[in-house]
T-cell receptor
């Protein structure tokens, strides 16, 4: 069975600090997809990134970057120069290709608090 | 283009009452699903559908029913609400191939007393 672990329950940083959110996954599939979602205090879920298991290139989008390492089954998310607006719960999720490939298994989330 | 809509936003039920949470999408997505979010547990899949007339169970299906008569709508029914069903419910939709990004609705906060 697939599993996603986000060991950091809560992280507090001061604005402009860099912060890395950890995500470790387990799957027996060779083809799978990894996601990050952001849930701001307003409650909606905002898609951030989707990565398939064959693409280990790191990705950068503005202040956000993602480090995918199959060797350690990790898909970590780094926010550079954090801002108060980054305060949210961040979820890592996994879906396997087998059986349709759309069923997401979520981690328990990391609450990020960015203070002035 | 409204995306994924859910009604109601908030609901309070008494134990044993029944209700239907509505979900609709206007993106012609084949895949729709329901998740519940509980503190410290992330989101867990309740039921999902890969197209009209086809539904299947997720990780936590007990106490919930679904049907999919149209591509656009995927209602979630609670036949006899229990306090354990107090949660925030999210509906999501996507294209069915290759685990495309899932679009989530705004959520329904349900309290069962």
């Amino acid at each position: 069975a697939q599993k996603v672990t986000q060991a950091q329950t809560e992280i507090s940083v001061v604005e402009k600090e860099d912060v890395t959110l950890d995500c470790v996954y387990e799957t027996r599939d060779t083809t799978y997809y990894l996601f990050w979602y952001k849930q701001p205090p307003s409650g909606e879920l905002v898609f951030l990134i989707r990565r398939n298991s064959f693409d280990e290139q790191n990705e950068i989008s503005g202040r956000y970057s993602w480090n995918f390492q199959k060797s350690t089954s990790s898909f970590n998310f780094t926010i550079t120069a954090s801002q108060v607006v980054d305060s949210a719960v961040y979820f890592c999720a996994l879906s396997e290709s087998a059986g349709g490939g759309n069923k997401l298994t979520f981690g328990t989330g990391t609450q990020l608090k960015v203070e002035l | 283009n409204a995306g994924v809509t859910q009604t109601p936003k908030f609901q309070v039920l008494k134990t044993g009452q029944s209700m239907t949470l509505q979900c609709a999408q206007d993106m012609n997505h084949e895949y729709m699903s329901w998740y519940r979010q509980d503190p410290g547990m992330g989101l867990r899949l309740i039921h999902y559908s890969v197209g009209a007339g086809i539904t299947d169970q997720g990780e936590v299906p007990n106490g919930y029913n679904v049907s999919r008569s149209t591509t656009e709508d995927f209602p979630l029914r609670l036949l006899s609400a229990a306090p354990s069903q107090t949660s925030v419910y999210f509906c999501a939709s996507s294209y069915v191939q290759n685990s495309y990004e899932q679009y989530f609705g705004p959520g329904t906060r349900l309290t069962v007393t």
